[in-house]
């Protein structure tokens, strides 16, 4: 009997992970990968981006940090945990960043043509699953996607 390996994570390169992230948060690369600011939502959109990168990569949290602005190992450390220990807590903001991860998993949506979106934002808005909020958020972001 022959036993398979498990499986590879599936994976990205990080400046496609990178500049994915950036479009599907609408965020200046200067603001979240440069800066050294400190202002809450800049931190969090900072600290999902390191969470994608360890999870999407196999890059290490020293390599992270070097990426995203020569941050140091304790800080993508604690990025990293601050964003899995509010997964671990919210549901709702599991499945935003679950929805996250899977839109940079697909990779860009170049043949997203007008009748094709406005079936994937009925399919959205029509699932159950979501939150209003959400389904509202993911719709939004699908023509957002769309116009490119």
Not at 49 to 57: A, G, V
Request: proline letters at 5%; glycine letters at 6%; hydrophobic letters at 45%.
């Amino acid at each position: 009997m022959t036993i398979m390996p498990a499986p590879l994570k599936e994976t990205r390169p990080a400046e496609e992970v990178i500049q994915a992230f950036l479009r599907l948060r609408n965020a200046a690369s200067n603001l979240i990968i440069d800066s050294r600011t400190m202002i809450r939502p800049i931190a969090r959109v900072r600290h999902e981006l390191m969470w994608l990168l360890r999870d999407l990569t196999f890059m290490t949290l020293e390599e992270i940090g070097q990426v995203l602005g020569g941050r140091d190992l304790t800080t993508v450390k604690h990025g990293v945990e601050a964003v899995a220990d509010r997964i671990a807590e919210d549901d709702d903001y599991r499945r935003e960043m679950l929805f996250a991860r899977a839109v940079i998993l697909r990779g860009p949506t170049p043949g997203l043509t007008p009748d094709l979106c406005l079936t994937a934002v009925q399919a959205v808005l029509n699932n159950g699953d979501l939150t209003d909020a959400e389904a509202r958020k993911a719709a939004l972001q699908l023509m957002e996607v769309r116009r490119g």
